[in-house]
């Protein structure tokens, strides 16, 4: 059985982190969305908050299930039974970046494969910091995130500002 890890901070998931999850939950038997929990990262949502939203937006998948991880990729990988890393790729700017992880990956657990996967047109311009951005300045972002997260937008940063 394959088992892909598709991780990242999702702060907030994107319908384009969406794209690539329904797009990689065909390719592998089981995906699994790993939260990255950085102590160091500033975020606007909590783990917890972060991991139900994604449970949200992926009922409808019966193979992809929602986890956090701390610490080295590859560690969770290992204890996870996974060798495939799934990594979404908008420019050639996030190739360079990612060539380089999936490299360091492969260094510190051989049996690890870093699959890319290209970023449908529609979403290549879109990224959590922008979401978070124009939510955060009252714009619109209907398109841009499932129905829940708008509204979780909304609520956070009416509670702020």
Request: with cysteine; charged share 30%; glycine share 6%.
């Amino acid at each position: 059985m394959s088992v892909a890890i598709y991780p990242g901070s999702f702060d907030p998931i994107t319908n384009g982190h969406l794209d690539i999850i329904e797009r990689g939950s065909k390719i592998f038997d089981r995906l699994i969305v790993a939260v990255l929990k950085n102590p160091n990262k500033k975020s606007l949502f909590t783990v917890e908050e972060r991991i139900e939203m994604i449970k949200g937006a992926v009922s409808h998948l019966d193979n992809v299930e929602v986890d956090h991880f701390s610490g080295l990729l590859v560690d969770f990988a290992r204890k996870r039974n996974a060798k495939i890393i799934i990594k979404g790729l908008r420019a050639v700017s996030d190739f360079e970046y990612e060539l380089q992880m999936a490299l360091m990956n492969k260094k510190l657990y051989k049996d690890i494969e870093t699959v890319f996967i290209m970023t449908s047109t529609k979403y290549s311009f879109l990224s959590s910091s922008i979401v978070r951005e124009v939510a955060s300045f009252g714009g619109c972002v209907k398109d841009l995130v499932p129905p829940a997260v708008e509204e979780k937008l909304r609520e956070k940063f009416t509670r702020k500002g």
